[in-house]
């Protein structure tokens, strides 16, 4: 597909219209039926279109670290687990090799394979994207515990290789998970602006996997709940309050080198530029929620609901002075504050991504199916999200309108160099 300057409807090129003989010659080898069908579904081939300005939306998928990480967070989430169905590590790289191939293309906003020449194979790209912008569409991609050992087996010959930070998520106090959004060998985050591009990138790995892998879990996000660059502004949650004000800026470069990207000497070389994603569905309570008056819901969060300053405070960037008191010498910012309590530590900090999500109803209690899917990437889970998470969930004043209704953690690899594949060094190593 050319990518010219000002893209513009175009005639077949001399290679497309060889093509388009060789299949239509392959139709009238199979009789008028098949010559007519052939001549129509290459009359109307169908291309993706990129407009004018959809070069700025695409996210480069090659590089030193994957995407969707550091890029500035997209608006609509795609996350998927996926569970190899396969005993041999060479599918493995099979489908790595094949998700990084498809995954560089839809990301440029390509579909997801050639272009069929073929009337009488399923084409390799489900459709549903052509016409559409690449929407900044990103694609991460993870290795979870189970890909190097399963109920005590080495499955793949590379349980060696497992990073000892890519420890399963131990149980939280308050923790009300359900297995079907747990766990997962491999998992997918896709993210773009453009809720159709990040679905059609997930279900067209979906059927490149067929045969290798099945998905196991899924979660759709609309509206992400942090902002990961100091150009964006900062979203609210389902809350209703600002989230993302104090996340780590990708621009602040000390600050990932810091707390997400794993470094040289902190585990096997294969995860040098990558980083450990921990994923946790969050259902919200929020008819209880609505019902709670503006002070105790911002005594909740510690944090002011309209402007998002710091208690106690008048502008969302406003300093948290966690010493300030109020008139009878009681903290401005409750001891059990979610803000409190999440920066008690400055070892744990941690890159958050999440978004917002809805499943619909829960038709047993009659309330909608809502909350945050919540997602950080860090250097070091063990330091980090744990030991946050462990403090949050016995102690938060949100935990009496939360529960965590799923869970995952996967190794995400460094990025791929072109000609290369995401996990490479791992699967090739072993
Ligand atoms: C284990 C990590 C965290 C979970 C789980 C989590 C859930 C969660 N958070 C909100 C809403 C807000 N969180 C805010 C700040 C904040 N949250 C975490 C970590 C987890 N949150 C951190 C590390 C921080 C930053 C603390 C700081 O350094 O100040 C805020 C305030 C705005 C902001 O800074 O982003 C809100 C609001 C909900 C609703 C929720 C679960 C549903
Ligand atoms: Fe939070």
């Not at 069929?116 to 929407?135: I, K, Q, Y």
Request: glycine share 12%; proline share 6%.
């Amino acid at each position: 597909m050319s990518r010219g300057g000002k893209e513009q409807p175009r005639g077949m090129s001399r290679r497309e219209l060889l093509r388009a003989v060789g299949a239509a010659g392959a139709g009238f080898a199979l009789g008028a039926g098949g010559t007519a069908l052939s001549t129509g579904t290459l009359a109307a081939r169908p291309r993706r279109e990129i407009r004018d300005g959809a070069r700025d939306q695409r996210v480069p998928f090659y590089g030193v670290h994957q995407a969707g990480i550091a890029t500035p967070q997209q608006e609509h989430l795609h996350f998927a687990a996926f569970d190899l169905t396969t005993k041999s590590l060479e599918d493995v790289r099979e489908l790595m090799r094949a998700w990084t191939e498809a995954g560089a293309r839809m990301c440029a906003g390509e579909p997801a394979g050639e272009e069929n020449t073929s009337p009488f194979m399923p084409p390799e790209d489900t459709g549903e994207a052509l016409g559409l912008r690449p929407a900044r569409l990103t694609l991460t991609f993870g290795f979870g515990p189970t890909l190097f050992e399963k109920a005590g087996e080495d499955r793949f010959g590379i349980k060696d290789s497992r990073p000892e930070a890519l420890v399963e998520i131990p149980p939280m106090p308050g923790d009300a998970l359900e297995e079907d959004s747990c766990g997962g060998d491999l998992g997918v985050q896709a993210c773009a602006d453009d809720p159709q591009v990040a679905f059609h990138a997930v279900r067209n790995l979906a059927r490149i996997a067929r045969g290798t892998a099945v998905m196991r879990w899924s979660q759709l996000g609309f509206g992400r709940t942090a902002s990961t660059s100091r150009e964006q502004s900062t979203p609210r949650n389902l809350m209703g309050f600002k989230d993302g004000t104090a996340n780590i800026k990708a621009e602040d470069e000390e600050l990932m080198r810091r707390y997400v990207w794993v470094a040289r000497g902190d585990g096997p070389a294969w995860m040098e530029n990558g980083t450990y994603l921990v994923a946790r569905r969050i259902r919200m309570f929020i008819e209880v929620w609505d019902r709670v008056p503006l002070t105790e819901q911002e005594r909740s969060i510690g944090r002011h609901k309209y402007s998002g300053a710091p208690i106690g405070a008048e502008h969302e960037f406003d300093p948290v002075d966690l010493e300030a008191r109020d008139e009878n010498g009681d903290p401005l910012i409750p001891e059990n504050s979610h803000v409190r309590l999440a920066r008690e530590n400055e070892e744990q900090r941690i890159l958050r991504r999440g978004y917002s999500f809805t499943d619909g109803m829960d038709r047993e209690r009659g309330q909608l199916d809502a909350g945050l899917f919540f997602i950080c990437f860090q250097r070091d889970p063990r330091r980090q999200f744990i030991p946050l998470q462990r403090r949050l969930a016995r102690n938060d004043l949100l935990n009496e309108y939360i529960r965590h209704t799923g869970s995952a953690i996967f190794a995400c690899p460094p990025g791929a160099h072109r000609g290369g594949y995401v996990g490479q060094i791992l699967l090739e190593g072993a």
